[in-house]
């Protein structure tokens, strides 16, 4: 199993430009997570996926952010216009979730390697 | 707002030795989880513990949870430097697909 597969590893890029992190789950795995560590703010959920339909956005910091997955093996997560204040890493995760009737609704998480953002 | 607050945020020991890191959450909760992060890598789960479980043990580790004071614990035993890492808990609640992450704890294992 190739596990959470991210690209690109990094990515610097001036202010003001177009950025695409994207993510491969694992497959089989029904939910995918998109996370994002600064020092400043500790590990922070900007969206979450259960069946490729977006759950909760309530993390995405602004409309700048955007998040999509077009079917179960792929998501991207745009910044666009990126800032400084966007540098981080990126984390992308993916679980294999039961329904909302399941007694244990959160199972454990596999990450991907993170994307290191660098806007300048 | 992180639910889970670790305690303490940084940690020295020697290698042998055991290392407790403790985990405060505010709201009610289905499971408690821990993970390890390397430095520069991504977050690696651990063990998970559910609301009506006490104790866990999963190799040298040890996790404990008491839902009455909202607090866990996760012991690792015999530390080795490779143990050096961040640790995490995060807290699941039912009806919440996502996890809430703690800011973690810094382990260094001196060997």
């Known amino acids: 199993d190739a596990g959470v597969i991210q690209s690109p590893r990094h990515e610097v890029t001036e202010m003001g430009q177009e950025v695409t992190l994207r993510c491969k789950p694992i497959?089989?795995?029904?939910?995918l997570f998109w996370y994002r560590q600064t020092m400043m703010r500790g590990l922070e959920l900007l969206i979450y996926?259960?069946?490729?339909?977006?759950?909760?956005d309530s993390g995405m910091p602004e409309d700048r952010f955007s998040a999509k997955m077009p079917n179960a093996s792929f998501s991207t997560l745009k910044i666009q216009p990126s800032e400084p204040r966007d540098s981080a890493v990126y984390f992308c995760?993916?679980?294999?979730?039961?329904?909302?009737?399941?007694?244990?609704?959160?199972?454990?998480?596999?990450f991907g390697p993170g994307t290191r953002l660098t806007v300048t | 707002s992180q639910q889970g607050e670790e305690d303490p945020q940084a940690l020295s020991i020697q290698e042998g030795e055991n290392a407790t890191m403790n985990c405060s959450y505010k709201t009610s909760i289905n499971n408690l989880q821990w993970y390890r992060q390397n430095s520069g890598r991504g977050l690696v789960h651990l063990i998970l513990i559910r609301s009506n479980e006490r104790e866990k043990h999963s190799g040298r580790l040890r996790v404990t949870l008491d839902t009455s004071k909202k607090s866990s614990s996760l012991l690792i035993t015999a530390s080795r430097a490779a143990d050096t890492a961040s640790y995490f808990c995060?807290?699941?609640?039912?009806?919440?697909?996502?996890?809430?992450f703690g800011s973690g704890t810094r382990l260094q294992v001196q060997p």
């Open positions: 497959s089989g795995h029904n939910s």
């Open positions: 995760a993916s679980s294999l979730q039961g329904s909302f009737l399941d007694s244990r609704p959160s199972y454990e998480q596999y």
């Open positions: 996926f259960n069946n490729n339909v977006p759950i909760d």
């Open positions: 995060a807290t699941g609640a039912t009806g919440r697909r996502a996890l809430t």
